[in-house]
């Protein structure tokens, strides 16, 4: 059979030996969305987003093709992208992600933007982050207040090991509240019965085990632990709404993500357990997202 013209060859994106492979070609025969085929391709070949415009027709070479054409294999089995590249942004930082940890979602921006309110005017603030996985949220209001003492507790000793990598990565490791106070907990359990609290927050599993939505998309990768109770959804979220009066300070305050269902029942926990001003707020996609209350004392 002739050998086909440049031009073609380099369009068919056929074996990844040809040498004629460009970053044009690669995207154009992607099975996968596009913006996912660009951070992939970025990803492998460690390009800024723009170099994919302005190279886009130089011809890679075979080891690179073949990377990138595995992780497409990948993501097309349904792994999720941020464990496929290893980080995910989230208010505005890159964490690194692994499996062992919940991906940051962009709705729980809006627990960290919240909390960032309830601590304004307060100077040296202290604050505990719940179940942390990447330390995302801990992370954030840390950054966003360096003068914040900023607690943070997961069960998992894999996720602690990521958290503290992204601490270090992306504090200030002179930031007046110092580093982040990373440690090993379910829940309360371990922590320091002494210590009070201006702000509690967290993003616990909330998905009942039975969730059908825990065998679809992303979530199949992510650890079981993360995502779920195991129960009716709302144990962890009792246990941390119980546990929460003895760790706040005067006045401190609670809030809590849920599922897109759970707001009025995580209310009526919250004021059964004597918080006042309790209300939810709504994401970006109108829905009640999270919860709180101050705790009068
Ligand atoms: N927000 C996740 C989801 O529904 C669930 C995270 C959690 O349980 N905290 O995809």
Redesign the pocket.
Known sequence: MPSLPPALSASSSGSPSDASITPAALLRASPLSALEARILLTHVLGWRPTQLITRADEALDAASVERYRALEARRVAGEPVAQLVGAREFFGLDFEVTPHV?IP?PETELLVETALTALEGLSRPRVLDLGTGTGAIAVAIASMRPDAQVHALDRSTDALAVATRNAARLLDAKRPGGAVLLSQSDWYATLDAALRFDVIVS?????ASGDP?LSEGD?RFEPRG??TDEADGLSAIRAIIAGAPARLAANGVLWI?HGYDQAEAVRALLIAQGFAQVRSERDLAGIERISGGQFPG
């Open positions: 919940l979602r993003n616990p599993p909330y998905i939505h979530l993360a995502l993500e």
